[in-house]
């Protein structure tokens, strides 16, 4: 497997495959919801491939001086439970790191949260809905 965290658009386009697959033709998100005004050139992506294949992915989203929100965290069907989306989830961590950031924030779906305390975060809200899906926001110090 290849992890690769940069901004170019094969990487926008191998994120972009992964959460079509999983957010919108999987989970029914509507693919207006998905795909927004984040989704730039200059965006950065965590993704993870198997061969060719992009497997796992995230987003960067920087936003203030200190705080990293990670966003679009997604792995394909078929890879699920095999530790692909820690690895893409860390090595966003890592990257936020090395631009001083110290601070992490998720928008975590309800379902999710037993992983993202496994990673370290801890809920740090009520639930809300975000793209008609139950959410919470879970944070991390780097």
């Not at 940069?6 to 029914?28: D, H, M, N, Q, W």
């Not at 491939?49 to 936003?63: G, I, Y």
């Not at 966003?71 to 989830?89: E, P, W």
């Not at 936020?96 to 993202?116: C, D, M, P, R």
Request: charged share 30%.
């Amino acid at each position: 497997m290849r992890l690769i965290v940069e901004s170019s658009k094969p990487i926008r386009a191998a994120a972009t495959y992964v959460r079509l697959s999983v957010f919108v033709i999987e989970r029914g998100i509507d693919l207006r919801d998905e795909f927004d005004d984040k989704d730039t050139d200059q965006e950065v992506y965590a993704v993870l491939f198997d061969e060719k294949t992009p497997v796992s992915t995230c987003r960067f989203e920087q936003t203030d001086e200190n705080t990293l929100k990670i966003g679009r965290v997604a792995t394909l069907k078929a890879y699920r439970r095999k530790g692909l989306g820690k690895r893409v989830l860390t090595a966003m961590e890592k990257y936020a790191k090395q631009l001083g950031l110290t601070k992490s924030l998720i928008h975590s779906e309800v379902t999710a949260e037993g992983f993202y305390e496994k990673m370290g975060y801890s809920v740090a809200s009520k639930p809300f809905f975000e793209d008609g899906v139950p959410c919470v926001i879970v944070k991390k110090d780097l």
